[in-house]
C-alpha cells in the first residue's frame, strides 16, 4: 500500500536536470493551476473540510498550502536569479495552514495559483543558469534545477492527495 502521506513517492531532489525533465517539470508548473482547480471542482463545503488522510490537512487546507508554497518558491527562483546563493527563509507550513485564511474559500487562493503561476512559468523560460545555487538553512545548498524539480512535484503531490481522497470516498 502506498503511503497517503506520498502518494507520488519522495520529492526529487537532483542537482540537476536534462533539458526535456527542465520543460516537463516547467509545464507541470505552467498546468498545476489548472489541475488543482479540477481536482476540487463541484466539491461541497463539507467535501471541501474533509482531511485528504486521518491526520492531514482538509482539502480546503491544501488548496491553500499550495498557494503559500508557491509564493515562497516564486521569491526564491527570483532570489537566486538575483543573489549570490542566497539563504532563503524557511517558513512553519503546519503553523501556516492552521490560521484562519486557510478556511477561506479555496477560490481565493485558486485564482492567486493562476497568477503566480503565468509570472513564475514567465520567469523561468527566462533562466540560462539552472545551476545557480540557493541555500535553506536546514537542508542545504541546492541549484534552481533542484527547485524546479521539488516544486514540479509538490503541485502534483498535492493534487494526488485531492485525487486520492475523491477516489476513496467515490465523490
Known amino acids: 500500500m502506498t503511503d497517503p502521506r506520498y502518494p507520488l513517492g519522495p520529492m526529487p531532489q537532483p542537482r540537476h536536470l536534462s533539458r526535456p525533465e527542465r520543460e516537463r517539470a516547467i ?11 479540477q481536482a476540487v471542482a463541484g466539491l461541497s463545503a463539507a467535501q471541501l473540510h474533509t482531511p485528504y488522510r486521518e491526520g492531514g490537512w482538509t482539502v480546503c487546507q ?4 499550495v498557494a ?4 515562497n518558491a516564486y521569491v526564491r527562483t527570483k532570489l ?3 543573489e549570490a546563493n542566497p539563504v532563503v527563509k524557511p517558513y512553519e507550513e503546519q ?3 492552521e490560521l ?25 523560460a527566462s533562466v540560462t543558469d539552472w545551476q545557480r545555487p540557493w541555500t535553506h538553512p536546514i537542508s542545504g545548498t541546492w541549484t534552481l534545477d533542484t527547485l524546479l524539480a521539488m516544486y514540479a512535484w509538490h503541485g502534483q503531490h498535492h493534487v494526488a492527495h485531492v485525487n486520492s481522497l475523491k477516489e476513496a470516498r467515490r465523490w
Open 27 to 37: 509545464a507541470a508548473i505552467a498546468a498545476l493551476p489548472q489541475d488543482l482547480r
Open 62 to 65: 491544501v488548496v491553500h498550502h
Open 68 to 71: 503559500d508554497s508557491h509564493i
Open 80 to 82: 537566486a536569479l538575483t
Open 95 to 97: 503553523l501556516w495552514a
Open 100 to 124: 484562519p485564511d486557510s478556511r477561506l474559500n479555496p477560490e481565493i487562493s485558486l485564482l492567486l495559483l493562476e497568477q503566480l503561476h503565468m509570472r513564475w512559468v514567465d520567469v523561468l
